[in-house]
């Protein structure tokens, strides 16, 4: 006996291709979401093993690697967690938002829009798990605010579109619409950030 198909099937394109469809946004959403979708396609779908023997595969294999990563203890985005102790993963965003405040006033003065991140990967001699890098790149940001103060604005703004702090103590340089300042310990940055602006820009 011929099982019962609805229109709706056979406008798309047959039994097979349904099943393939819905397979796939199964799939899809166990990958973008790490849930049970499947197991719950699997039990709910009341004419799964009857239209779709196929998808009953599928699924069970999805939720094979839903065991294995519980097994493991933690969901696949554990892997790029960061690892570092607590109070310097504060120590550094305390100093990220605090350098994103001094570039927004500096971006005041000299009426640009000038973004500011710290670059970890060159700082990581910097004493006391960073504290205090962002005070110490303050003294270039405030040599911006000098030359926009002084007239030299436009320069500026077509010049410098963000900020990079690091504690590798590089000193300033600009790379593209990026202004780099490597500051070091007990220095301030100001002087020879201006000098170096002055012939740059």
């Not at 203890?73 to 102790?85: I, N, Y």
């Not at 504290?131 to 003294?139: H, K, N, S, V, Y």
Request: a positive charge; hydrophobic letters at 40%; proline letters at 4%.
């Amino acid at each position: 006996m011929a099982l019962p198909v609805d229109p709706l099937q056979r406008k798309s394109g047959g039994i097979w291709r349904v099943c393939f469809n819905d397979l796939v946004t199964a799939c899809r959403d166990f990958a973008a979401n790490r849930s049970f979708t499947c197991l719950i396609h699997l039990v709910f779908n009341k004419a799964l093993v009857i239209w779709c023997p196929m998808k009953a595969f599928i699924c069970t294999f999805c939720l094979f690697f839903a065991s294995a990563f519980a097994a493991a203890g933690a969901e696949p985005v554990a892997l790029v967690q960061d690892d570092r102790p607590l109070e310097e993963q504060r120590i550094r965003q305390a100093e990220e938002q605090a350098l994103r405040g001094e570039a927004a006033y500096t971006s005041g003065q000299c009426g640009a829009s000038i973004s500011a991140r710290i670059d970890w990967r060159r700082s990581g001699n910097w004493p006391n798990a960073g504290r205090g890098l962002a005070r110490a790149c303050d003294g270039a940001l405030s040599a911006v605010e000098a030359l926009c103060n002084s007239g030299q604005a436009d320069k500026v703004r077509s010049k410098i579109r963000s900020f990079q702090c690091s504690g590798d103590g590089s000193g300033p340089s600009l790379s593209g619409t990026t202004l780099r300042f490597g500051a070091s310990p007990g220095s301030n940055g100001f002087g020879q950030t201006r000098r170096y602006l002055e012939g740059a820009l």
